[in-house]
Each structure stands twice: as structure tokens, then as C-alpha cells.
């Protein structure tokens, strides 16, 4: 009872705040709106005002604002009205750079955020092309790794890192040079009806919350060309840690919702909760711990994919040497999933690469290694379905040769890492204290593998198992397992 009334007060209390909170229109501070004139002196001007007279809402009415880094400060909200768009500067010189390079920053502040129902554009196409230019010609020092420059070299719309308290609701976030938007060692932390679309360039994470704490990101749309909303742990001494994701739908060229590849430290106490997912190349949903840390209480439930590359891939990995992750007390309920025959997002502008040929579709995995198996997970209510259809002269990988399969512990985290697979359905490897309850696995046509191939599998069961495929065999295959029981 104390609980709901401490909660009413707080929401009268931040009611009270925006509604007395002043608003200041962009025009009063020499901000033109003609999408020519860069703003960026007189943004800057406008939240250094606002903040010191105690806060209010930098209000931009309907037009194009030419703007390169800005930098919000406490008590500043960014209010863009329907019809404002912020446009990112097309020159690289424009943006500052302070860890990552960004449009929109906010270093160590308090009540912060950007509403409304207008559009960030970051330009991105253009933007990473002038970039690319300009460290060719040597101004600008640069790994250059695969022909593209690092992703912290391209400026990102949003990077708020240390700040508390942050409100980003109903904007539209479009076309960044590399991620979207970045939460980093940030608190109390609310996402609400955001909308990503962005598949101008390489990198084009929708959501990346690194090392945060108290994260709520619900009912938004994020169309991104790599990890559609991704937590990350940068830092081997935080944890990011009670996160609710909630009523999202994501479209991605790699992952719907993944935790890593940066794990250095800890994922805790999350809660994803019916959420969907679509024309996505990997992954629904990928769990790793492959650079020391720990995934722990992790709950997924009521999440639908379809026309996605890979239902579920659970990894422990040791990337580092000597350091190898912790992965436990995971539970996933009410999952569907329809698995393709053809590349999920072909025909996008940026696809995600064809790699780890050859091979055939891969299934679910819960993959840990030897000496640090993956344990306490339940699934319950779980239903992907496959095309099925696999080739047996197609990198075939037989039930007698299990110990071929290489363990690849210091390998980057993806589905398709190992290659060819013994299993159409579900392959778990090296864990304990599996449970699975409800697990219907269909194949639309005969595949040479088995559904289900447990190695190195302990103290596991399964009930209620559904195995639907054309012609009969064993649906479940054990080596080197014991305590195996299915009822």
C-alpha cells in the first residue's frame, strides 16, 4: 500500500514539474527553421538559458533546424512539435566528439529528455560518406576496418551517458551514420511510442542501453540495420540491471533483441515482455555472456517472430582469455517463431552478410562450454516452426561426429558460428538443469537431422514435447547426457 502510494505521489510530483515547467520556442533565440541556417551556436545558447533559470521545454514548431553537436543539460527537455524535424549538419567538422561522436549529447545530468512528434534526421547516407572522405584524404585518423569507418567515428543521434532521469517519447529517430541512440551508465531511464527507422549505413543498432539501471523501453517501432534493441556491458564493475522492455515491434538486418556482444560485466533482473518481431536476419532473441560477465534472472515471455532467421541462441564464450561468462535462471514462455527458408531481409538497403557457409538452417541453441555450462533454464509454451528440407550432401555433420563440432569459445556470438548443426530443431550443449515444458517443433519437410540433439547435457527434461515432421524417427538424440527424462 506504501509502495502504491509512494508511486501516485512521484507521478503527481513529475505532472506538477512539465506542467509548470516553462516553454520556450526555438524562435526566440535566433533558431530559423529554413533548413539551411546551421543552428547549432544558437541551440546551444537556448539550453544553456533554459538550464540556468531552472528548466523548460526548448519548443521547435514546424521546419527543417540545421544543427551539428549539441549538448542538453539538466532540467532541458527538447520538445519537437508534429512537423520539426532536426536535421544533423552533412559536415563532419560540425560534430564533437567525446568518446562517441553524436548530434545529440548529455554528459552527467538530471531530468533530461526529447518529446514530441517530430523527427531527428541524421542525414546518415551523406554524413558517413563525408566522413569516409575525409579520412581518406588524412584529416581524420581511423581504423577504416572493412572499407567503413568505426562506428564511433559516425556521429549517432543520442549518446547520454551518466545522466538520470531521462524522458524520450513519441519522437521519430531516422537515418543515423552509425547507432541510434545510446544509454550509457544512465538511471531511471523511460522509452515510451519511439519510432527508429534506420537503414542509412553500417552499424544502425535501433536501441543500445549500456551498463544502465532502471530502463523502460515500451510501445515503440524500430526498423534498424544491425541489433534492434541491444544491452551491453562496457564496463567489467557494472551491471546493467532491471530493464523492462515491453510491447515493442522490431524489424532488423541482425538481432531482434540481443544482450552483448560488449559483456564484460552483468545483465540482471530483466524483464522482456511481449514483444514482436519481423523480416530479422538472426536472432529473436540472443542471450550472450562471452567477455566475463553474467546473464542472470532473465525473463521472456509472450514474444512472436516471424520471417526471422533463428528463433532463440543462448552462448557462454570466453572471448578473453581466462574469462569465461556465467549464464543461469533464464525463463522463456509463450514463444512462436516461423523460421524461413530464404534470407529474411533480402531486399533491404543493408542486408545482413551470408556467413558461416555452408550449412542449412540452423536451429535454436543453448550453447555453453565445458567447464562453464549454461544452467537453470526453462522454457515453457514454446512453438517454432522450420522449413525444413535439409540437405544430407549439404556439409553434413552426423550424429557419430558430434565431437567435431568446435567449441569456438573466443569466437564472436552469432546463431550461425558453428556451421552445419546435427539438430533441425533445438541443439544444446554443454548445460544442466534444462527444463522444457510445452515444446512443439514442426518441419514442413523431412530433414535429414534429428529435432532435438543433447551433448554434454545434465540433470534435464522435457514434457509435453510436440515433434511434427513428414516420415517418423527418434525426435531426440543424447551423447555424453545423463538425468535425461521426456514424458
Known amino acids: 500500500m506504501y509502495l502504491k502510494r509512494l508511486s501516485v505521489l512521484v507521478f503527481v510530483l513529475v505532472q506538477f514539474f512539465q506542467a509548470s515547467a516553462k516553454d520556450y520556442p526555438a524562435s526566440l533565440f535566433g533558431i530559423y527553421s529554413d533548413g539551411v541556417t546551421l543552428n547549432t551556436r544558437s541551440i546551444q545558447f537556448a539550453i544553456d538559458y533554459i538550464n540556468q533559470q531552472g528548466g523548460g521545454r526548448l519548443v521547435f514548431y514546424v521546419g527543417r533546424y540545421l544543427t551539428g553537436s549539441i549538448h542538453l543539460k539538466s532540467n532541458v527537455t527538447i520538445h519537437l512539435q508534429e512537423g520539426a524535424v532536426l536535421v544533423g549538419s552533412l559536415n563532419p567538422f560540425d560534430y564533437d566528439r567525446k568518446g562517441w561522436t553524436a548530434l545529440i549529447f548529455a554528459h552527467d545530468q538530471q531530468h533530461i529528455g526529447i518529446t514530441g512528434q517530430g523527427v531527428i534526421d541524421g542525414q546518415g547516407r551523406l554524413l558517413a560518406k563525408n566522413v569516409v572522405n575525409v579520412i581518406q584524404k588524412g584529416l581524420v585518423k581511423d581504423g577504416f576496418r572493412f572499407d567503413r569507418p568505426e562506428a564511433e567515428s559516425r556521429a549517432v543521434l543520442v549518446y547520454f551517458r551518466g545522466c538520470e532521469n531521462i524522458s524520450m517519447r513519441k519522437v521519430t529517430m531516422r537515418n543515423s551514420a552509425s547507432w541510434v541512440q545510446i544509454y550509457d551508465q544512465c538511471k531511471n531511464v523511460s522509452i515510451d511510442s519511439m519510432y527508429v527507422d534506420s537503414k542509412a549505413y553500417w552499424n544502425n543498432d535501433g536501441i543500445d542501453i549500456v551498463d544502465c539501471e532502471k530502463v523502460s523501453i515500451t510501445n515503440s517501432f524500430i526498423d534498424s540495420d544491425d541489433d534492434g534493441i541491444c544491452l551491453k556491458s562496457h564496463d567489467a564493475s557494472r ?249
Not at 543462448?314 to 534470407?343: A, F, M, Q
Not at 538497403?349 to 562450454?369: F, T
Not at 513428414?470 to 527424462?485: A, E, H, N, V
Request: charged letters at 25%; hydrophobic letters at 35%; a neutral charge.
Open 239 to 487: 551491471v546493467c540491471r532491471d530493464i523492462y522492455i515491453h510491447n515493442n515491434t522490431i524489424r532488423s538486418s541482425a538481432n531482434g533483441i540481443k544482450f552483448g556482444t560488449a559483456t564484460y560485466g552483468g545483465f540482471s533482473d530483466i524483464r522482456i515482455i511481449n514483444n514482436k518481431v519481423f523480416d530479422t536476419y538472426r536472432s529473436a532473441v540472443t542471450l550472450a555472456a562471452v567477455d566475463g560477465g553474467f546473464v542472470e534472472n532473465v525473463e521472456v515471455d509472450s514474444l512472436q517472430a516471424t520471417n526471422t532467421g533463428n528463433a532463440l541462441f543462448l552462448r557462454i564464450g570466453e572471448r578473453l582469455k581466462g574469462k569465461k561468462g556465467r549464464l543461469e535462471n533464464v525463463r522463456i514462455s509463450n514463444l512462436y517463431v516461423e523460421v524461413p527458408v530464404t534470407k529474411p531481409d533480402a531486399g533491404y538497403e543493408y542486408e545482413g552478410p551470408v556467413e558461416d557457409m555452408p550449412r542449412n538452417i540452423s536451429p535454436a541453441s543453448i550453447v555453453g562450454l565445458p567447464d562453464a555450462m549454461i544452467s537453470n533454464i526453462t522454457l515453457n509454451n514454446v512453438e517454432i516452426r522450420y522449413p525444413g528440407g535439409g540437405n544430407p550432401l549439404f556439409a553434413k555433420i552426423g550424429l557419430d561426429e558430434l565431437d567435431k563440432i568446435q567449441e569456438k569459445a573466443n569466437a564472436y556470438p552469432e546463431f550461425s558460428m558453428f556451421g552445419e548443426l546435427p539438430a533441425w530443431g533445438l541443439y544444446i550443449r554443454h548445460a544442466k538443469d534444462i527444463m522444457i515444458t510445452g515444446l512443439t517443433l514442426t518441419a514442413e519437410k523431412k530433414d535429414y537431422r534429428t529435432a532435438i540433439v543433447l551433448d554434454d547435457v545434465h540433470r534435464s527434461g522435457f514434457k509435453l514435447l510436440k515433434i511434427s515432421e513428414p516420415g517418423k524417427k527418434k525426435p531426440l538424440f543424447q551423447y555424453r547426457s545423463s538425468d535425461i527424462t521426456v514424458k
